[in-house]
């Protein structure tokens, strides 16, 4: 592995860094989402 980033260098972008923070990011906001809707399910709240 770290052979391969010195053949890489420092010049791209690294995009397998961002995985976990985007996912991270992704859980949050698609499990505030279902939390909503089942909330208003449950409830019978206003629907938005």
Do not use: C, H, T
Not at 15 to 29: D, T
């Amino acid at each position: 592995m770290k052979r391969r980033f010195q053949v890489m260098g420092k010049s791209g972008f690294n995009f397998k860094s961002m995985y976990w923070p985007v996912a991270f990011i992704n859980g949050l906001f698609f499990g505030g989402l279902a939390l909503r809707k089942i909330r208003q399910y449950w409830e019978g709240g206003p629907m938005d």
